[in-house]
């Protein structure tokens, strides 16, 4: 039996996460769990799943969550309420599905209190993955990948050396509007933003998708969880995102992880890796049903955020933490419509021009890199 601390259990990631459990009683147990401010849902899963720790966002969630939940269930709030969350005595893996790089002080902490991270939240990579990855070492603990196609390599590479990997391919759907020409993205709304054509996820990552800085971020993400130059790491667009990515060897080998887009999967092997559970109800890949998969090359001009996260993630030091923090902010200036869809990537642009780069940052460096960064894009866009 495994006893899991979900960071973000409201979420998209979080409530799948939730489905892996409820499905394996006999084998998780969920210990803890924090949201944001969904304290409704919040209170159904606790009733539901009986953890013994619960964290919200806020003071005030944290005095109407508990008259809605048993008394004996201990709560937290805000930062250190995350930070209890991981640090309990009991719990074997953390499953952060936190949106943001308030996602990486709760890793830390967590790899440090020796438990294994099961690691949806990218961000946490991209704004400081020397430090994560080092941390992981240094504790002796695992860091699993859940992002789908981090989970697709990383099983690609299972029973290989890694010598021998030539190079990693990502596949990338195109998001909302893969089949839109640069001048047609001229005012898309919102609405068209999140109408993601293969995946169901939180607002922030589908508009990620959209401007494609998702795939800069799993670039940076790969590069950090993999141990790989930028070289070695290649973009393919492949619209029916059933190829979840792929690994060259050098003997021109390429080894590809497929199936059905559903996030269960990469959860749930996150989860029970080596070993792989049954999932009965699942709809199954028939690839003579769908009879032909497309790809192609992106057109770094077109998908200009995927451009300048390459630029960031080889620059290096602070550049990605910028580029995250910008970012953050850029999508969240969008979605509460401040700004069209286009400013997202100029104002990225803009921050990382006015910054100068640190290598090699501490801790503390890329947090107030961070809230600088957030301060910059905030007072730009005033
Ligand atoms: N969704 C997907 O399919 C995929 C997601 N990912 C990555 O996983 C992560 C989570 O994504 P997703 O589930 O879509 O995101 P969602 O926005 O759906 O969920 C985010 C979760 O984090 C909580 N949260 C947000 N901000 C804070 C905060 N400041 N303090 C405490 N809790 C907070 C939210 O709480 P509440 O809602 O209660 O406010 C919610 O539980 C992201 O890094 C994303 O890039 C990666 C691959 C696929
Ligand atoms: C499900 C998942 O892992 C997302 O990160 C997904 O990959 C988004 O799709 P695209 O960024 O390829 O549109
Ligand atoms: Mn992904």
Not at 33 to 50: D, H, P, S, V, W
Request: glycine fraction near 6%; charge should be negative; hydrophobic fraction near 40%.
């Amino acid at each position: 039996m495994k006893t899991i601390i979900l960071l973000g259990s409201t979420g998209s990631i979080g409530v799948q996460t939730l489905d892996v459990i409820r499905a394996h009683p006999e084998q998780f147990r969920l210990h803890a769990l924090t949201c944001g401010r969904n304290i409704e849902l919040a209170a159904q899963q606790i009733r539901e799943f009986k953890p013994e720790f619960v964290c919200v966002q806020r003071k005030e969630d944290e005095e109407k969550l508990k008259t809605m939940i048993p008394g004996s269930v201990k709560t937290g709030y805000g930062r250190e309420g995350l930070l209890e969350a991981v640090e309990q005595a009991e719990g074997d893996t953390i499953v952060n599905a936190l949106m943001g790089s308030v996602g990486l002080e709760p890793t830390l902490r967590g790899m440090k209190a020796k438990k294994d991270v099961a690691l949806a939240n990218k961000e946490t990579l991209v704004t400081a993955g020397h430090i994560v990855t080092r941390a992981a070492k240094e504790n002796n603990v695992k860091l699993i990948p859940i992002d789908s196609e981090h989970s697709a390599i990383y099983q690609c590479l299972e029973g290989n050396s890694e010598k021998e990997v030539e190079r990693l391919i990502l596949t990338a759907s195109g998001g909302s509007f893969r089949d839109k020409t640069r001048a047609e993205l001229e005012g898309v709304t919102v609405e068209d933003a999140l109408n993601h054509p293969n995946w169901s996820m939180g607002a922030k990552i589908t508009i990620d998708s959209a401007t494609m800085m998702n795939k800069g971020l799993e670039v940076i993400e790969a590069r950090w969880l993999f141990d790989m130059p930028y070289e070695m790491i290649d973009v393919i667009l492949h619209k029916e995102s059933m190829i979840h990515s792929m690994v060259e060897y050098i003997d021109g080998s390429v080894l590809a992880h497929l199936g059905m887009p559903d996030m269960k999967v990469p959860i749930q092997y996150a989860l029970s890796l080596p070993d792989r559970l049954a999932m009965p109800d699942k709809k199954r890949l028939n690839l003579w049903e769908i009879g032909t998969l497309h790809f192609s090359k992106p057109d770094f001009e077109r998908f200009r955020c995927l451009k300048i996260a390459y630029e960031a993630g080889r620059i290096g030091g602070t550049a990605p933490t910028v580029l995250n923090a910008a970012n953050e902010e850029a999508v969240d200036a969008f979605l509460n419509g401040k700004i069209q869809f286009l400013q997202i990537e100029t104002i990225i642009e803009q921050a990382l021009e006015s910054h100068s780069v640190i290598q090699n940052p501490d801790l503390d460096t890329i947090f107030e890199v961070d809230r600088m960064t957030r301060r910059f894009v905030q007072t730009d866009m005033k």
